[in-house]
């Protein structure tokens, strides 16, 4: 139908196959004529023949109109093949490629991800929370009876490794009554946290207002409460047997009585003080009180040594407890530590909540998820540590399209999380101390601990 087109007007048809355009184009509103004087790159030339033929098309009585878009430059197949592939005049041209800088600031705000959450998950329930409560004392319960009643060798390490995990259970749920996210009634939030904590032998308000500063400053190299870095000064004045023992496993997953007592190198006080630099006057009275429940905790464990024996009483509790311990280590220091690609710390103006917040780490933990409480899902809990444990799930999966590549998706877990195992053995042997300068800075390693000269 073309070619008929153009043989009325006169014209020679196109060749059968052009490639693409590569350039601009011109095009003829009367009829022109497509000839090998448009393969030059005399342009005036062309356009003075086709206003001469255009003219001599007035005489007939039929009015066509053409309107034909060409190349003012025909390639080849094999230019277009290189610029494809990105070569111009036989030059490798390097494309500049944009990559993710966890260190800049992100382009929302918190206000953006807080309204991208539904609004029911901010509502606390306290019966649903109660729930939880009364589900970890009877398994905990439970397993206690159970092991005495057997009293076998074969069931003693069964029994630990499952106590040692619910004791880790009730302490996230204290956890949440030390945030406000079990109930709105900060009575019931007080009573049900003194109960739980101290159980467990952690004081309840002196480890409540230290993870309140921790929750306030994440991300932040000095401000920052528990697992924070250490500044390459600090780092460099440990003696050897403290720098060694930190980063070989499995001393760093004993380590949280010890900072109840004494805090992190670098900082001063005690969870158990009134006193200490980690709470003002008005707090005192708090302090007091969780250190008065812990005592009786601990008058209670050593009651119940006389009454059962001591070699019973590590059987069903101190072995448990370390467990407990360690749990709580491998989690929280997994939260902001031990991911492939390199996590930023803040100082100065360049360190804000939201920031500091985008940091933390998601981790799944398999078949452990509902039993802790899915504390795993950590992200938003950190920066909305008001949202009951019980919609952490739903209000993450709101907000991973505003967060975008500032979350981290977890590596999905078999049963039980034994490749987190990794990931921490290999955030020891790099993740040492940050430079002493600079607002945003990433952790480097020391050559003389865990065999690597890397820095990262």
Excluded at 365 to 377: E, L, M, S, V
């Amino acid at each position: 139908m073309a070619t008929w087109v153009l043989s009325e007007c006169g014209l020679r048809p196109l060749p059968p196959m052009f490639p693409r355009p590569r350039t601009g184009s011109i095009s003829c509103t009367k009829s022109s004529s497509i000839n090998s004087t448009f393969l030059s790159s005399d342009l005036k030339s062309f356009q003075q023949q086709t206003r001469f033929q255009c003219c001599s098309f007035k005489e007939r009585r039929r009015s066509w109109e053409i309107k034909v878009s060409v190349p003012l430059r025909v390639g080849t197949i094999e230019e277009e093949e290189e610029e494809e592939e990105g070569i111009i005049n036989g030059v490798v041209e390097k494309r500049e490629v944009c990559e993710f800088d966890p260190g800049a600031p992100p382009p929302f705000k918190l206000s953006d991800i807080r309204a991208a959450i539904p609004k029911h998950c901010w509502v606390k329930d306290p019966w649903r929370s109660m729930s939880y409560v009364v589900r970890d004392v009877v398994v905990v319960l439970g397993l206690a009876a159970a092991a005495a009643h057997l009293n076998n060798w074969i069931v003693w390490p069964l029994y630990w490794a499952a106590q040692g995990t619910m004791f880790w259970a009730l302490f996230v749920l204290g956890h949440d009554c030390g945030h406000g996210s079990f109930s709105n009634n900060p009575k019931l939030n007080s009573v049900v946290g003194h109960l739980l904590h101290s159980s467990i032998l952690v004081p309840y308000h002196g480890w409540r207002i230290s993870h309140r500063t921790h929750h306030q400053n994440h991300g932040h190299v000095e401000n920052d409460e528990s697992w924070h870095p250490l500044p390459e000064k600090i780092f460099k004045s440990l003696d050897n047997v403290t720098r060694t023992l930190r980063f070989t496993i499995p001393f760093p997953m004993l380590a949280y009585p010890i900072y109840l007592w004494s805090r992190s190198p670098g900082k001063t006080g005690s969870h158990f003080h009134p006193d200490s630099d980690l709470f003002v006057s008005n707090e005192r009275k708090d302090v007091i009180t969780s250190t008065i429940c812990w005592a009786a905790m601990a008058s209670l464990l050593v009651g119940l040594g006389f009454v059962m024996g001591p070699i019973q009483l590590l059987k069903l509790y101190g072995i448990p407890y370390v467990l407990f311990v360690m749990w709580l280590d491998f989690v929280t220091y997994l939260h902001h530590h031990g991911h492939e690609d390199k996590l930023p710390w803040y100082r100065g103006e360049e360190w804000s909540y939201l920031r500091g917040g985008l940091t933390t780490l998601d981790r799944d933990y398999g078949w452990i998820n509902n039993i802790h409480h899915d504390i795993g899902t950590h992200v938003i809990h950190h920066l909305f540590p008001q949202i009951p444990h019980y919609h952490l799930i739903e209000a993450t999966e709101a907000a991973k399209p505003v967060l975008g590549k500032y979350y981290r998706e977890p590596k999905k877990s078999l049963p039980l999380p034994f490749h987190l195992i990794g990931d921490l053995m290999r955030s020891m042997k790099k993740d040492h101390y940050v430079s002493d300068t600079g607002d945003v800075v990433y952790y480097q390693t020391d050559p003389t601990l865990g065999g690597s000269s890397t820095s990262i």
